[in-house]
């Protein structure tokens, strides 16, 4: 307790060098531990963003780009699947349920997505999860539309609303469709997935306002009551969500898709093609995770120059130490403390910072990127890294520490001119 008080003191007196010191580890301890939360979270963001499906199937071009398009909003198709092709493997007896997915439009920079009420009961999201309704119910018509939770609330919509649809995927449409307005029927609660962020409605929706209404009576096909809904089936979707009745089904029922020969298909299987992506980005993982060891290496090296310049201006400080009682190992006490005071506040201000990060970047990551980050405590990862960086301050701080150790009492008296 004697040599803290006094380490204390020791820093105090030089607290300008010592809170730049801290600031350097704190920022360094941040950027390590803010790398690592950000890589964890969105990795669990993008595993929980669907559950229980067993394929997604699109037109043919790479897995990572029907997964990323289809399940995480990002990107765009390469081309589309026929409604025919669609029915023909949804009434396969093998196949349990199907999703179906009409991408290409927007509203106000967030994605539209046309499907029917089966994607409100089979998406399954955190393994267990289902949609479940904040607000009002599924769509009916082809007028109505159901808000993902963050659309609802960045765009301030309630029940009842009016809304309209644009073509593309911009903030600012320049196609919108006006002819066909929506109101809003429903509001899911939040799920911490894409889901959020997306505007559902009607397959007959989409179809409708992109249909040729000349000479045709919109209230015939398009109104509730209309009497000819049947001009509004799909020619084409986007892909679909499969899930099969077993396991061995779905990989028979994926190798048949692949082969299939009237028009160029692909399957593929979400986990499979999540470790894929996993695979991609690794390097670019762990290169950060280097960088950011870097910038803490720079840290702490920081902190031994700041005790090795000062070392030299406290050989005195050192010698008076020894003079009045205090033995070699009590000085290398004292400048290894020092250095563990100085770890300890860098770490507890690089914590408090990453979270303060973090709380800052949330909702920027949710709006712009889809990502969404849990602000929650310390994994036992991030207890491992900060144990790391201490017992590397700890280390480092023995260096000037054996250097005052080996400096004799008589060195620490003699004036050098």
């Not at 008080?5 to 060098?17: E, I, M, Q």
């Not at 398009?69 to 198709?77: E, L, P, V, W």
């Not at 007028?143 to 609802?152: I, S, T």
């Not at 960088?291 to 720079?298: D, E, I, N, P, T």
Request: aromatic share 8%; hydrophobic share 50%.
């Amino acid at each position: 307790m004697v040599i803290a008080a006094l380490a204390l003191r020791s820093l105090w007196n030089r607290r300008g060098t010592a809170l730049l010191t801290v600031f350097a580890i704190a920022v360094s301890v941040a950027l390590l531990l803010g790398v690592e939360k950000v890589r964890h979270e969105t990795r669990t963001s993008f595993a929980n963003t669907i559950s229980r499906a067993d394929l997604i199937v699109g037109a043919r071009s790479g897995t990572l780009n029907l997964l990323l398009y289809s399940i995480f909003r990002i990107g765009d198709a390469t081309n589309n699947v026929s409604w025919e092709t669609y029915r023909k493997i949804a009434d396969h007896p093998d196949v349990a349920w199907t999703i179906p997915l009409s991408l290409g439009d927007s509203h106000r920079g967030y994605r539209v997505v046309g499907t029917t009420t089966e994607y409100f009961e089979h998406y399954r999201y955190a393994r267990t999860e289902r949609l479940e309704f904040a607000r009002g119910a599924p769509f009916v018509t082809a007028h109505d539309a159901v808000l993902g939770a963050e659309v609802a609330r960045a765009l301030g919509y309630r029940l009842g609303d009016a809304l309209e649809i644009g073509h593309g995927v911009a903030a600012v449409s320049f196609a919108p469709h006006h002819e066909h307005p929506f109101h809003v029927a429903g509001i899911l609660e939040p799920t911490a997935t894409p889901v959020d962020r997306t505007v559902h409605v009607s397959l007959e929706a989409i179809e409708a306002i992109h249909f040729d209404w000349q000479g045709i009576d919109r209230r015939t096909v398009a109104e509730p009551s209309g009497t000819d809904r049947t001009l509004l089936t799909p020619r084409e979707i986007t892909a679909f969500i499969v899930g099969m009745n077993s396991p061995v089904a779905t990989l028979q029922m994926q190798r048949a898709i692949n082969e299939y020969r009237d028009e160029p298909l692909l399957a593929i299987l979400p986990g499979v093609a999540l470790q894929q992506l996993w695979d991609l980005v690794g390097v670019a993982e762990r290169a950060l995770m280097i960088v950011a060891s870097c910038v803490v290496l720079a840290g702490l090296l920081g902190m031994l120059t700041a005790i090795l310049t000062t070392l030299n201006e406290r050989r005195r400080e050192m010698a008076i130490l020894r003079a009045v009682g205090a033995r070699p190992r009590h000085v290398f006490a004292l400048l290894v403390t020092e250095a563990a005071l100085l770890a300890l506040a860098g770490i507890g201000c690089g914590v408090l910072l990453v979270y303060a990060l973090l709380a800052v970047a949330r909702p920027v990551l949710a709006a712009q990127y889809g990502i969404y980050i849990a602000i929650s405590g310390l994994t036992r990862y991030d207890a491992l890294l900060i144990g790391i960086v201490f017992g590397a301050a700890l280390l480092l701080g023995a260096l000037p520490a054996w250097r005052a150790y080996r400096n004799s009492l008589a060195d620490g008296m003699t004036i050098r001119l």
